[in-house]
């Protein structure tokens, strides 16, 4: 596999606002580990290698466990995810798929589970993985090099 688009070969500055932004998500308050559940699925959805690589390693070193990323896809049927990693879970699919109507009920779960702060802080987590699994793809980043904390 070739890479077809490194981030050298971008101009400087394109990833600026997104860097930004993850740095916002890490200070959030938000936790780590269900950030790193959230990104580890949503890239299991959109089909991105590279993403999957990182979040894996880096939901391991946030102290997930291999069972349960193992069985992330299978989520619904796992009684080992806690509600509001459910209600969490379901929304980061309803937004991924753009399922306008499943995301009404997804975040009314949300919400009795959540302050508004930190659901609006999980859907910039949610849409921003989205984001960087299409430059990943589109770029063809390479998976399986990836090191805990190399990118920040």
Known sequence: MTERISFQDTRKGLLD?????????????????????????????????YCLDMHHKEAIAAGETELRLHTLAAWTECAYYDDKERAALAFAEAL???DHHAIDSTF???????????????TLAISQTNSWNRINCA?????????????G
Do not use: W
Request: hydrophobic residues 40%; glycine residues 10%; proline residues 3%.
């Open 96 to 98: 991924t798929a753009s």
């Open 17 to 49: 606002g997104m860097v930004k932004t993850e740095s916002y998500l890490k200070g959030s308050g938000v936790d780590h580990k269900l950030l790193e559940l959230l990104k580890y699925r949503v890239s299991q959805i959109n089909g991105c290698a």
């Open 139 to 151: 770029f063809k980043r390479i998976p399986g090099n990836y090191a805990v904390g190399m990118h």
């Open 108 to 122: 009314e779960r949300l919400s009795t589970l959540f302050p508004k702060a930190e659901i609006a802080d999980l």
